[in-house]
């Protein structure tokens, strides 16, 4: 279609904006995070210094970091794991149903504010000893990987011809048996999304963590907070921890572009 | 696995006896499959939210374990008379969730609109875009509080330099909730730039032309052809960043800690009502504020649902 070229140059100053906006926060961040504290007090020469990973090393050494990475890995690894396990078969009868009320109810989990069920949660887990351990964790960020999965699987299933299960079925594989062995494989772009998304989620969870965990069990998120003093913020050592969080989802996002974009927008084209 | 093959096999199966159970569970496969998803979702959801009910009828304070009395809607009764916290941190909610959503929309659509046609490096752009997505909130949070730090931070160095007057920032009472409104269309308007881009993909670009050649103007296409096109992705869109928006806890917690800051600048009813449940052990009260702000929430959707309806 024709463009005129007052809009092409428009176009690309307002590409070029983006850019910028987008990407210098996460690049003043990280830049920061190679300087020390009088380094970073010292704005007019932002780019004029000798970058050290001083503080990486502080962060690593210091609080017992590798500890929390652990966490923060295990947690989202394992509520992922299992929330595929009851999700995917789930979504996969609610597409094929069309059960949508009772999709709703998984769906629940993602409109209800998080505070109003960590009460009760605390309460019940305390009973149970559980809180401080790694159960309760990963019960608590499956609430958050379940409906995601669910959702994205649901559509994925809705995409899916119902003919080759069909066809199984006639070659003499029982439903559940054609679901395992001709859906599934058949669904490892959708399952890919669902996985990487719920444990980017996972990854990101703060709110439960902070309730739930405990000095053993803390995740990224929480232990951030350590850098933050009631006097003074060591803000190398923020920037730092903060990096050392965001890197990973970053370099996911980056290498598995495609499937977090078909995962955040899944459900937007059928509306 | 990856054998599986979608012509019937020629060499007849010999059908393998069935066990009883796996004759029970196919045959029952539609609740067999959904039911350990909805067991732990229900499990997790109905009884946690029904004793928060019950404890909003209740005293409870200190400890969750400790006597406490049934005194009906009292905690209701004294939350509604709250001038100083509640309902400013309704004021605040909405505050920050129609102002949030409306700039993403608002900008989401002209990232979308943008981006729609091809063009060279934009794997580059769509990444850029996506970065402020993905990162830990609460890791954003803290990048933006000393990027708005009002001594070192550089966007009041760049004010200055600019011949303007540094500004506050976070650490000021009423530029706070707007500062963190920034934070959060940063994060999130990418999220809504994306859904109505996949959105944008699925119109057929004859459409536009055609109106092109009827002699409609850009912004008479837009209104006309685009967007009543692409009103169910904006639909998703305001859907999803909405209840979020509305929940939203993680950078507020990032940027003033407890209480929404020390004057409560911040204070949502998110935010509030952590502060009740676990910095105040003030349960009763804390259980009447959550219901009031599920029951909020599921207004705002029965509206949003409604009103799309309408439509």
Do not use: C
Not at chain 1, 133 to 141: A, D, E, P, T
Not at chain 2, 210 to 227: C, P
Request: glycine content about 8%; cysteine-free; proline content about 5%.
């Amino acid at each position: 279609m024709r463009t005129s070229p007052g809009y092409r140059i428009f176009r690309i100053v307002a590409i070029a904006v983006l850019i910028v906006v987008m990407l210098m926060p996460i690049f003043w961040m990280v830049l920061s995070s190679l300087k020390n504290n009088v380094q970073i007090f010292d704005v007019a020469n932002a780019f004029n210094f000798d970058p050290s990973l001083e503080n990486y090393r502080n962060v690593l050494a210091r609080s017992d970091y590798v500890d929390y990475i652990w966490n923060s890995f295990f947690v989202a690894f394992m509520s992922t794991a299992i929330s595929l396990v009851i999700g995917v078969p789930a979504a996969y009868s609610m597409s094929r149903f069309v059960m949508r009320r009772s999709a709703l109810v998984v769906l629940m989990a993602r409109i209800i504010p998080g505070v109003s069920l960590l009460v009760p949660w605390y309460y019940i887990f305390s009973n149970l000893r559980l809180v401080g351990g790694y159960s309760v964790l990963i019960l608590s960020h499956m609430f958050v990987a379940l409906p995601l999965i669910v959702y994205i699987m649901m559509g994925f299933f809705d995409g899916l011809p119902i003919d080759l299960e069909e066809a199984a079925q006639v070659d003499g594989l029982t439903p559940i048996g054609a679901f395992l062995k001709v859906t599934l494989p058949l669904s490892v772009p959708g399952l890919a999304t669902a996985a990487i998304l719920s444990f980017i989620f996972s990854w990101n969870n703060f709110m439960f963590a902070l309730v739930l965990s405990d000095a053993g069990t803390k995740t990224l998120p929480v232990a951030i907070f350590d850098f933050i003093g009631y006097a003074s913020i060591d803000w190398g050592g923020l920037m730092a921890a903060s990096t050392v969080v965001t890197l990973p989802i970053m370099l996911i996002a980056l290498f598995a572009q495609r499937y977090v974009v078909s995962g955040l927008t899944a459900g937007a084209v059928k509306g | 696995m990856s054998t599986a093959t979608a012509t019937p096999r020629t060499v007849p199966h010999t059908t393998r006896p069935q066990s009883s159970v796996s004759r029970w569970a196919n045959h029952n496969r539609k609740w067999v499959l959904a039911a350990p998803a909805m067991i732990f979702t229900a499990a997790m959801i109905l009884f946690p939210l029904g004793w928060t009910l019950y404890l909003s009828l209740t005293n409870a304070k200190g400890s969750v374990r400790a006597e406490k009395e049934f005194i009906g809607f009292d905690n209701y009764a004294s939350v509604f008379a709250d001038t100083a916290r509640f309902w400013p941190a309704v004021g605040r909610t909405l505050f920050f969730t129609g102002g949030t959503l409306v700039a993403q929309l608002v900008l989401g659509m002209v990232i979308a609109l943008l981006l729609r046609k091809n063009f060279r490096g934009q794997g580059f752009v769509r990444i850029a875009v996506l970065m402020p997505l993905v990162a830990t909130p609460v890791a954003v949070g803290m990048m933006w509080r000393l990027i708005f730090e009002p001594n070192i931070g550089i966007v009041n160095y760049l004010l200055v330099r600019m011949g303007i007057p540094a500004q506050p920032w976070l650490a000021g009472e009423n530029t706070a909730l707007p500062t963190t409104m920034i934070i959060d269309i940063w994060q999130w308007t990418p999220m809504v730039a994306l859904i109505l881009l996949a959105g944008l993909t699925s119109i057929p670009e004859e459409m536009d032309e055609a109106a092109s050649i009827d002699g409609a103007s850009a912004w008479q296409r837009f209104w006309h052809v685009t967007l009543p096109i692409l009103w169910p992705s904006v639909v998703v869109a305001t859907l999803l960043r909405g209840i979020d928006a509305l929940k939203t806890f993680d950078i507020l917690y990032a940027t003033k800690g407890r209480g929404g800051g020390s004057f409560n600048e911040v204070e949502t009813l998110n935010v509030y009502a952590y502060g009740l449940s676990f910095d105040y052990n003030n349960y009763g009260i804390a259980s009447a504020v959550l219901i009031l702000f599920f029951g909020l929430i599921l207004l705002a959707l029965f509206l949003l649902v409604r009103g799309n309806k309408v439509k």
